[in-house]
């Protein structure tokens, strides 16, 4: 699924082949989630500049080989390094992952999506000081006119005029 408009400087997917093994304190960050589900996978992810300060500043993970993948999404994990710690400040499941240009207490917004040829859907994320949280979610459907013609510049679906 392709959404336009929306990359401010990188991109993350799940199924990239560049993706790495992340470094113990990044691992330990997420593990150590009250809810992790995922303790017989691997976690593999990349730096990203979450910050824009110029230097990585963050990393974005999912699990490796599949793990816990649903048909079209697998799970993804944020892990910043704040007061010299790294803080698990995301975690859900889509497909990709792109900053945008808008940053909320210092750190850039996140747009997540996933979508299948029946649906597909949009999630914008800005950052509290201590956590990730959305700021506008939507499901597109191709028939649904009406929500794909409010928000044309995010709706991958082609519609009528």
Same mark, same amino acid.
């Given at each position: 699924?392709?959404?336009?408009?929306?990359?401010?400087? +990188?991109?993350?997917?799940?199924?990239?082949?560049?993706? %790495?093994? =992340?470094?113990?304190? =990044?691992?330990?960050?997420?593990?150590? @989630?009250?809810?992790?589900?995922?303790?017989?996978?691997?976690?593999?992810?990349?730096?990203?500049?979450?910050?824009?300060?110029?230097?990585?500043?963050?990393?974005?993970?999912?699990?490796?080989?599949?793990?816990?993948?649903?048909?079209?999404?697998?799970?993804?994990?944020?892990?910043?390094?704040?007061?010299?710690?790294?803080?698990?400040?995301?975690?859900?499941? @889509?497909?990709?992952?792109?900053?945008?240009?808008?940053?909320?207490?210092?750190?850039?917004?996140?747009? %997540?999506?996933?979508? @299948?040829?029946?649906?597909?859907?949009?999630?914008?994320?800005?950052? %509290?000081?201590?956590?990730?949280?959305?700021? +506008?979610?939507?499901?597109?459907?191709?028939?649904?006119?009406?929500?794909?013609?409010?928000?044309?510049?995010?709706?991958?679906?082609?519609?009528?005029?």
């Amino acid at each position: 699924m392709c959404f336009v408009n929306l990359a401010f400087a +990188e991109s993350f997917f799940i199924e990239e082949k560049i993706l %790495t093994q =992340v470094p113990k304190a =990044v691992a330990i960050a997420i593990s150590a @989630t009250k809810n992790f589900a995922f303790p017989e996978c691997k976690l593999v992810g990349k730096t990203v500049n979450i910050s824009g300060q110029g230097k990585a500043s963050g990393y974005i993970v999912t699990t490796s080989q599949a793990c816990g993948w649903g048909a079209a999404t697998g799970p993804i994990w944020l892990v910043v390094k704040l007061n010299g710690l790294y803080i698990n400040v995301l975690q859900t499941t @889509t497909y990709a992952a792109d900053i945008v240009k808008n940053k909320d207490h210092g750190l850039h917004q996140l747009v %997540t999506t996933s979508g @299948t040829a029946g649906h597909a859907s949009y999630t914008r994320w800005k950052f %509290t000081g201590k956590t990730y949280e959305q700021l +506008e979610n939507y499901v597109f459907l191709p028939d649904d006119e009406k929500l794909c013609k409010a928000h044309k510049d995010i709706c991958p679906f082609e519609i009528s005029n």
